[in-house]
Antibody, heavy 121, light 106 residues
Framework: EVQLLESGGGLVQPGGSLRISCAASGFTFSNYVMSWVRQAPGKGLEWVSAISGGGGSTYYADSVKGRFTISRDNSKNTVYLQMNSLRAEDTAVYYC??????????????WGQGTMVTVSS | DIQMTQSPSSLSASVGDRVTITCRASQSISRYLNWYQQKPGKAPKLLIYAASSLLSGVPSRFSGSASGTDFTLTISSLQPEDFATYYCQQSYSSPYTFGQGTKLEI
């Protein structure tokens, strides 16, 4: 079964750091671009970051550029999001998502269940 | 950055109704437009990709269309399980922006 499972969320103080993870199974992980998408409480979806299959290319939303770092370990089928200098406005459920192939329009076709990150003192 | 403007933000409808949700891109995105359904407390689910292609397993009452930078999601006959929030998203270029969402309510 194709699956993504996030972990590592929790409560962190403003200015603090947190690393969240997403473990993939059921597909050839290294063949896919992976993304993080977040959703603040009661709000819409916001794309955060993406990383190419080999890890050589990374992309960020302006709201997190310079503070967040996406990485992946293809030997462990896992993608990470290192979040530094966290702010209250980073409070959200963070979803890991697989980007599909060109044949299916590069959509986010598989999603994890999400992990909650709360930034508060 | 490409802005995605989705309307309406909320919509009241009844079982059996035909509903249409619109998404407009701020510039050309070809057909790189996707639609997702999200229910409370759950992750989004892909319904339609490339503007009008139905994901396998998605009921045929869902359909998508495109005209220039305007995109439409149509549900032909609402079922009780369709009451949810719907998002459009462009996959043409980074940042891969979403529309604001449309909450479909009874």
């Amino acid at each position: 079964e194709v699956q993504l499972l996030e972990s590592g969320g929790g409560l962190v103080q403003p200015g603090g750091s947190l690393r969240i993870s997403c473990a993939a199974s059921g597909f050839t992980f290294s063949n896919y671009v992976m993304s993080w998408v977040r959703q603040a409480p009661g709000k819409g979806l916001e794309w955060v970051s993406a990383i190419s299959g080999g890890g050589g290319s990374t992309y960020y939303a302006d709201s997190v550029k310079g503070r967040f770092t996406i990485s992946r370990d293809n030997s462990k089928n896992t993608v990470y999001l290192q979040m530094n200098s966290l702010r209250a406005e980073d409070t959200a459920v963070y979803y890991c998502a697989r980007r599909s192939s060109a044949e299916t329009g590069y959509a986010f076709d598989i999603w994890g269940q999400g992990t909650m990150v709360t930034v508060s003192s | 950055d490409i802005q995605m403007t989705q309307s309406p933000s909320s919509l009241s409808a009844s079982v059996g109704d035909r509903v249409t949700i619109t998404c407009r891109a701020s510039q050309s995105i070809s057909r790189y437009l996707n639609w997702y359904q999200q229910k409370p407390g759950k992750a989004p689910k892909l319904l339609i990709y490339a503007a009008s292609s139905l994901l396998s397993g998605v009921p045929s009452r869902f359909s998508g269309s495109a005209s220039g930078t305007d995109f439409t999601l149509t549900i032909s006959s609402l079922q009780p399980e369709d009451f949810a929030t719907y998002y459009c998203q462009q996959s043409y270029s980074s940042p891969y922006t979403f529309g604001q969402g449309t909450k479909l309510e009874i």
